[in-house]
C-alpha cells in the first residue's frame, strides 16, 4: 500500500519560514519523480516544484529563489523549503509521486501566511 505522509505545515507571518516534510511508503522512492503542489482557496491544484530521480529540479516562477525541493532516497522523503512566505503563498500543500505506471497523492498540510 503506497502512502505519502505531508508534515510541517502551520501558520507563519508573511517573510517568513517553513519547511514541508513528504515520507513515502510502498513505492520505489529512489525512481520516482516526487513533486509539492498547491490548492488554494477557491483553485484548482496547480505544480509548486519537482525532483526527478536524478535529482534534477522545475519550479514554477512564483516560487523561484524562495522555495528549495529535495530529496533524501535514503530515507524515503522529499522536502519543500519555503522561505521569503508570502500571503498568496496560503494553500493546502500536497505531496505527489509519479511512478512509471501510477501517480500518488498526499492528504496535504495546511500553509496559512498571515500577519
Known amino acids: 500500500q503506497v502512502q505519502l505522509v505531508e508534515s510541517g505545515g502551520g501558520l507563519v507571518q508573511p517573510g517568513g519560514s517553513l519547511r514541508l516534510s513528504c515520507a513515502a511508503s510502498?513505492?520505489?522512492?529512489?525512481?520516482?519523480?516526487m513533486g509539492w503542489y498547491l490548492r488554494a482557496p477557491g483553485k484548482e491544484r496547480e505544480l509548486v516544484a519537482l525532483?526527478?530521480?536524478?535529482?534534477?529540479?522545475h519550479y514554477v516562477d512564483s516560487v523561484k529563489g524562495r522555495f528549495t525541493i529535495s530529496r533524501d532516497n535514503a530515507k524515503n522523503t522529499v522536502y519543500l523549503q519555503m522561505n521569503s512566505l508570502k500571503l498568496e503563498d496560503t494553500a493546502v500543500y500536497y505531496c505527489?509521486?509519479?511512478?512509471?505506471?501510477?501517480?500518488?497523492w498526499g492528504q496535504g498540510t495546511q500553509v496559512t501566511v498571515s500577519s
Open positions: 505527489n509521486a509519479k511512478t512509471t505506471l501510477y501517480s500518488y
Open positions: 525532483i526527478v530521480s536524478s535529482g534534477a529540479t
Open positions: 510502498g513505492i520505489i522512492f529512489s525512481g520516482a519523480t
